[in-house]
């Protein structure tokens, strides 16, 4: 009995038959690299290197470094932000500015640390001068994301600003009208809250952010919302 497809493809060969292969199965042949774009089945290794040789979009041309993402790949906590800023860029790791420092500060005001969750973006890349990311940037770094989710597992998940939380709930909505409301991203909870930058700008709502940390500590604990 024929087995694969491989051996399917060898046997016709060897027949003398023609066998047509749609191009993107046969770029995928001849490319290592593009035929490991089913991330759906990567370790975490696999996935680094997926991420750090990525080439699906224009951002690669720009950026100094991919940034993958940091923590515990068993984490009950997942953090996700918009895309790396200068800094990120230059380290190579996420929320390592201004507004990581009030990130490490709001993870520790609920008894959580850097180190304790993972944290990871909608974006691996940089968006020049920090502009939003594009459609296509950001569904062309889905994959790499949703099995970021997959590999942690996390008991909650925070969309930290507009771009996160439009991003993983696919709204259009405000982040004020999506914060405060229990949201599911393949079963595990969601909760929106402001972006940390937007809070260093508008200190007046760090008591709503407080708020929204509240409530996914009593998710991630397992209490009602
Ligand atoms: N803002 C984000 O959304 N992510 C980062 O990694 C840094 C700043």
Same mark, same amino acid.
């Given at each position: 009995?024929i087995?694969t497809?491989?051996q399917?493809?060898a046997?016709l060969?060897a027949?003398?038959?023609d066998?047509w292969v749609?191009?993107?199965?046969a770029?995928m042949?001849?490319?290592?690299?593009?035929a490991?774009?089913?991330e759906?089945?990567?370790?975490?290794?696999?996935?680094?290197?997926a991420v750090?040789?990525?080439t699906r979009?224009?951002?690669h041309e720009s950026?100094?470094?991919?940034?993958?993402?940091?923590?515990?790949?068993?984490a009950d906590?997942m953090i996700?932000?918009e895309?790396?800023g200068a800094e990120?860029?230059? *380290?190579?790791?996420p929320?390592v500015?201004r #507004?990581?420092k009030? %990130?490490?500060?709001m993870? /520790?005001?609920?008894?959580?640390k850097r180190?304790?969750?993972?944290?990871?973006?909608?974006?691996?890349?940089r968006p020049?001068?920090?502009?939003?990311?594009k459609a296509?940037e950001?569904?062309?770094c889905?994959?790499?994301?949703?099995?970021q989710i997959d590999l942690?597992s996390?008991?909650?998940?925070?969309?930290?600003?507009?771009?996160?939380?439009q991003?993983l709930?696919?709204?259009?909505?405000?982040?004020?009208?999506?914060?405060?409301?229990l949201?599911h991203l393949r079963?595990?909870p969601?909760?929106?809250t402001?972006?940390p930058?937007?809070?260093? *700008?508008?200190?007046?709502q760090?008591?709503k #952010?407080?708020?929204? %940390?509240c409530?996914?500590? /009593?998710l991630a604990?397992g209490?009602p919302?």
């Amino acid at each position: 009995m024929i087995q694969t497809e491989h051996q399917r493809r060898a046997y016709l060969e060897a027949l003398g038959i023609d066998v047509w292969v749609p191009r993107d199965q046969a770029d995928m042949q001849d490319n290592p690299v593009a035929a490991e774009q089913d991330e759906t089945k990567l370790d975490w290794q696999q996935l680094r290197e997926a991420v750090a040789a990525c080439t699906r979009c224009i951002l690669h041309e720009s950026r100094t470094q991919t940034v993958f993402g940091v923590g515990d790949p068993d984490a009950d906590w997942m953090i996700i932000g918009e895309a790396p800023g200068a800094e990120e860029d230059r *380290r190579g790791e996420p929320f390592v500015g201004r #507004a990581g420092k009030l %990130l490490d500060e709001m993870l /520790r005001a609920i008894g959580q640390k850097r180190e304790s969750v993972f944290i990871a973006n909608i974006l691996k890349c940089r968006p020049p001068n920090n502009r939003d990311p594009k459609a296509d940037e950001a569904s062309s770094c889905r994959g790499y994301l949703e099995r970021q989710i997959d590999l942690v597992s996390p008991k909650i998940i925070l969309a930290a600003g507009r771009i996160a939380a439009q991003q993983l709930l696919g709204t259009d909505a405000p982040v004020g009208r999506l914060r405060g409301k229990l949201h599911h991203l393949r079963e595990i909870p969601v909760v929106v809250t402001y972006h940390p930058a937007y809070l260093l *700008r508008s200190p007046s709502q760090k008591r709503k #952010a407080w708020d929204d %940390l509240c409530m996914a500590k /009593r998710l991630a604990d397992g209490s009602p919302a």
